[in-house]
Structure formats: C-alpha cells, structure tokens
T-cell receptor, first 115, second 109 residues
Framework: DTGVSQDPRHKITKRGQNVTFRCDPI?????LYWYRQTLGQGPEFLTY????????KSRLLSDRFSAERPKGSFSTLEIQRTEQGDSAMYLC?????????????FGPGTRLTVL | GQNIDQPTEMTATEGAIVQINCTYQ??????LFWYQQHAGEAPTFLSY??LDGLEEKGRFSSFLSRSKGYSYLLLKELQMKDSASYLC??????????WGAGTKLIIKP
C-alpha cells in the first residue's frame, strides 16, 4: 500500500520566484488537502479537493497561491512571487469519504525556504 | 470562533504514564483526532473518538467528553521514541479539521 508522496522534499528559492509542489495521494482516496505548517504550530488549512473539484479554500490564502487536481488524482500547489513569509513546511494529506473516520493521511511534506 | 487548546510542552520519565489534555470549541463536531509528529516529519494518525468514552490501542488510549469539549491522550510505559509533538484536531460541521498547536513531549531516561 503506497502512502502519500510529495515532491520535492526540499525547495530553496529566491524571493519573487514561483514554485510548484506536487502531491500524489493514496490511490483510492478521493479527498486531498493542502496544509502549511511552521515551527511550533499545528497544520494550517490551505485548500481541499474532492475528486477534481476544489471545494474549499482558506480565506487567509492570498491570490499568489493556487492549487489544481486536474484528473482527480495528483495535485499541484503553486506559489507565485514567493515572499520570505512563505517559508514553511507544506503538507499534503488524503482521505476517503468511504472511510468511516475520514482519516487524513499525510505525506512527508515539502520544506520551502525563501531567501 | 473555533479553537483548540493544548499544553505547549510536557516532560515525563521513561516507563511512566503521561496524559495530554485538549479542549476544543468548534462549529459542529464530527470527531476528535490525535496525531503524533516527530521533529521534521509529517503527522501520523494515532486515534479517533466521536463517542464519549475511552478508546484503547496498545500503549495509547484516547478519551472524549463531548459535553465538556474535552479530550485526552494517555501514553503508558513511555519509551524514548515517544518523544514527539502530539497534535489534537477536531472535525467541524464541514468535516474540516481544526488543529491545535501541538504538545511537545520530552521523555527523560
């Protein structure tokens, strides 16, 4: 059983550059979530897909952030014109609404450093 | 508003028992999750409670009181590898998880 995978694991970029992260969920999971986490904090919700539909997006998320899940399988998260405040761990999780608990399983994360 | 409160840090001794408390306020409630997160790694699922009472899973148990908006995670026979952050998360009426900041558990020999 393959878990959630994320690529890349680490990304260092200069302020103002665009970055894109990829998440591959557990194959039978129809729900996919993106979170951001900084040191000493819990995950902060960014956005959520059910199949290919983006059902919710955090009001805290600026227009520089966009996410897609074009075929209801893998997802990408793009950050345009990165800022130093975007430095964080970006976590992807997946779940199945057929799971009675709808438990979210996390990937290893992408650590972004903006210089 | 929605809020999760849990202690920032706790210290315990190897072989002992520790209880990590969590209180929550959410718009609707569809269950309480506990996750373990080692430094630099992703959270891993530990337990889920939706009904009042205690759920036991090996050395770990989780308790829920819906009327009090309260949960705890009980870790028995502590091992050094249990040193990690423990995250409490409540699922609201939209089935979204509201996360606490985590409790860093330090285990001493």
């Amino acid at each position: 059983d393959t878990g959630v995978s994320q690529d890349p694991r680490h990304k260092i970029t200069k302020r103002g550059q665009n970055v894109t992260f990829r998440c591959d969920p557990i194959s039978e999971h129809n729900r996919l979530y993106w979170y951001r986490q900084t040191l000493g904090q819990g995950p902060e919700f960014l956005t959520y897909f059910q199949n290919e539909a983006q059902l919710e997006k955090s009001r805290l998320l600026s227009d520089r952030f966009s996410a897609e899940r074009p075929k209801g399988s893998f997802s990408t998260l793009e950050i345009q014109r990165t800022e130093q405040g975007d430095s964080a761990m970006y976590l992807c999780a997946s779940s199945s609404n057929r799971d009675v608990f709808d438990t979210q399983y996390f990937g290893p994360g992408t650590r972004l450093t903006v210089l | 508003g929605q809020n999760i409160d849990q202690p920032t840090e706790m210290t315990a001794t190897e072989g002992a028992i520790v209880q990590i408390n969590c209180t929550y306020q959410t718009s609707g409630f569809n269950g309480l999750f506990w996750y373990q997160q080692h430094a630099g790694e992703a959270p891993t699922f530990l337990s889920y409670n939706v009904l009042d009472g205690l759920e036991e899973k090996g050395r770990f148990s989780s308790f829920l009181s819906r009327s009090k908006g309260y949960s705890y995670l009980l870790l028995k026979e502590l091992q050094m590898k249990d040193s990690a952050s423990y995250l409490c998360a409540a699922m609201d009426s939209n089935y979204q998880l509201i996360w606490g900041a985590g409790t860093k558990l330090i285990i001493k020999p």
